[in-house]
């Protein structure tokens, strides 16, 4: 297992490097960002002395060993757009935009997975039908319409939820604040995060009725039935512990889709998040915000990879004996 970790940290590592080479890379036309600095009037000397403070009239190179130098030491630069530095504008925005993700993941696991024993156990069953026909609606929309339609069903026609903000915080410390502990925070919680995972929870849902029938077509579930073994037993303990391998891989990158693409969510719902943070320093070419949001995102996935390595080979005595040889 120890050198399991340590070969996918060294290629954990490699991703990272990559990523911070694109990002480079990518941003860099992305537009002038002393465009964005500075007034219509500001002249010419001023614009070159704005960028001779940045460093981006050093080469290309010069600039991306000088990142790579920052990163490293967690140094992420100053936001071109406010003036403050990156570490303490996404230190401010992680709370919103973790409590959302976390919400959502939790509701779209846990339901996905109890729909789709349900239909799996009951695959002619008009309840079954019907989460199917529901399934299809809930992979085919769009975010943002799914969004739409329920600010406009529960807040503008029903009254009920809030149709955009984050309400009811408690500060818990100097940087982390949380909606959980009140009923305004639930409520306005919870049309983002049906919202955010909506998709992923119809995805989850037809992938483990899919692979439950398979495995309830093997021979071992046929065995055990023959045995006498209680239904329960055979369902919930054997079918499902061989069902949730495949799954495993999947659960795992939609919960890093749930926070990597929160953007559209935020948006809609103008969640104060890190999602709505990187679509404004688009808008605004703020290089720092979008260079460092992509490096988060992508060491996000890469821990998750990790995580999900580590849990095949814990349920999987197949992977285990292949380490061993």
Same mark, same amino acid.
């Given at each position: ?25 990518? =941003? ?27 460093? &981006? ?18 140094? =992420? ?11 303490? &504008? ?23 997975? $109890? ?6 156990? /009951? ?26 339609? @329920? ?8 009254? #009920?939820?809030?149709? +955009? ?9 100097? /940087? #982390?604040?949380? !909606? ?5 925070? #639930? ?8 919202? $955010?995972?909506? =998709?992923? %929870? ?17 021979? +071992? ?7 006498? $073994? ?25 919960? !890093? ?13 103008? #969640?104060?998040? %890190?999602? $709505? ?18 490096? @988060?995102?992508?060491?996000? =996935?890469? %821990? ?22």
């Amino acid at each position: 297992m120890l050198a399991l970790i340590i070969r996918r940290l060294l290629q954990s590592l490699a991703v990272m490097l990559a990523v911070a080479l694109l990002a480079f890379i990518m =941003f860099r036309f992305a537009g002038d960002p002393v465009n964005q600095m500075v007034g219509v009037e500001t002249t010419e000397a001023e614009r070159q002395a704005v960028r001779e403070r940045l460093g &981006l009239d050093q080469p290309t190179i010069v600039q991306f060993t000088r990142y790579i130098g920052r990163v490293a030491t967690l140094d =992420f630069g100053v936001s071109y757009q406010f003036r403050q530095p990156v570490t303490k &504008l996404l230190a401010e925005r992680v709370p919103a935009t973790l409590e959302l993700s976390f919400v959502a993941a939790v509701l779209s696991l846990v339901s996905g997975v $109890l729909l789709g024993v349900y239909c799996a156990l /009951n695959p002619r069953g008009r309840i079954s039908s019907l989460l199917q026909s529901v399934s299809l609606v809930g992979v085919s929309l769009p975010t943002f319409l799914i969004g739409i339609l @329920l600010i406009y069903i529960f807040s503008v026609t029903l009254g #009920w939820l809030p149709a +955009f903000g984050r309400s009811g915080l408690v500060q818990i410390t100097q /940087n #982390w604040s949380t !909606g959980l502990l009140t009923v305004q925070g #639930w409520k306005s919680l919870i049309l983002p995060a049906v919202t $955010l995972g909506l =998709f992923q %929870m119809t995805l989850i849902m037809r992938l483990v009725r899919s692979e439950m029938l398979e495995v309830l077509r093997t021979d +071992f579930v046929k065995f055990a039935t023959a045995r006498g $073994l209680p239904k329960r037993r055979i369902y919930f303990r054997h079918a499902l512990k061989n069902t949730l391998v495949p799954v495993i891989t999947v659960v795992g990158l939609q919960i !890093g889709s749930i926070i990597a693409f929160s953007i559209i969510t935020e948006t809609v719902f103008q #969640w104060p998040g %890190m999602g $709505l943070l990187f679509l404004q320093a688009v808008q605004n070419v703020d290089i720092p915000i979008m260079s460092t949001y992509l490096l @988060l995102i992508a060491f996000l =996935f890469v %821990m998750i990879n990790l995580i999900v390595d580590l849990v095949y080979h814990a349920i999987d005595p197949r992977l285990k004996e292949v380490g061993k040889s």
